[in-house]
């Protein structure tokens, strides 16, 4: 029997699927999409019983960092046994680096692509590629530029200030990181419209542009 290719979707609260407004600070009840309308469910649709598409989103994750209050969010730490757990791999999609945007972290596009080298690396040292001897090839994909600047976490902060400008560099730089390490890399800054409730995460019409964007990808890569 014909072995399904498996592709890993490493992300955070856009491959999550979190539904933007749907939080509630006091008791942290959020809503999320259902797999049917979260990009990787469409992604799965679209390219049908030949792959498997693996969803990796955690609200929050961060490239390699560690918030002061809220455990478990380090992409860095998960994504080794994350890699092993989900083996063989035939495709990473990364997509990681939004919330480094945070003040809390003060990060710029040179220090996010710093990081993401340290998560290719990982991933090109490993041996969970389609033969499990050598390591699987990379899809860096670039999220769109935030748009709202005033989003408020639970302490009504506003944690992106300064965010867009550090992000307009992104697609220049992360493309650049994709030479030097060997990448894919995928930038549908120009395509995507973030929702208008918080100018951060994706709303319907975005998980489904942003599917059949990826999927042209992956086509160029199969």
């Keep these: ?30 809503e999320r999409y259902p797999r ?57 999609i990364l997509s990681l680096g939004a919330n480094d945007l945070k003040i809390e972290f003060d990060r710029d ?16 040292t490993s041996t969970f590629g389609s033969d499990m001897q050598n390591s699987p090839p990379i899809l ?18 506003a944690i992106f200030k300064g965010a867009i400008e550090k992000a307009k560099k992104l697609p220049h730089v992360l493309s650049k990181l994709a030479i030097e390490k060997q990448c894919y890399f995928f930038d549908p800054s120009p395509y995507i419209q973030l929702s208008k409730i918080d100018g951060i995460h994706f709303d319907k019409i975005a998980h489904k542009k942003f599917a059949e964007l990826i999927l042209i990808e992956i086509k160029k890569i199969f």
Aim: negative net charge; charged residues 20%; contains cysteine.
């Design 1 to 30: 029997m014909k072995r399904q290719k498996n592709i890993l979707c490493y992300g955070d609260s856009n491959t999550w699927g979190f539904i933007a407004g749907s939080i509630d600070f006091k008791t942290f009840y959020m």
């Design 109 to 124: 596009a040179q220090d996010i692509s710093k990081a993401l080298s340290e998560l290719i690396d990982i991933i090109q």
């Design 36 to 92: 049917n309308v979260r990009w990787t469910g469409l992604l799965q649709q679209y390219l049908g019983h030949d792959f498997y598409v693996i969803e990796e989103g955690l609200n929050g994750r961060t490239t390699n960092l560690d918030y002061k209050d809220i455990p478990g969010r380090n992409g860095k730490t998960h994504l080794g046994p994350c890699l092993y757990s989900h083996a063989p791999l035939d495709l990473v």
């Design 140 to 157: 860096l994909v670039n999220y769109p530029i935030p748009t709202n600047e005033n989003y408020l976490d639970m302490n009504d902060e």
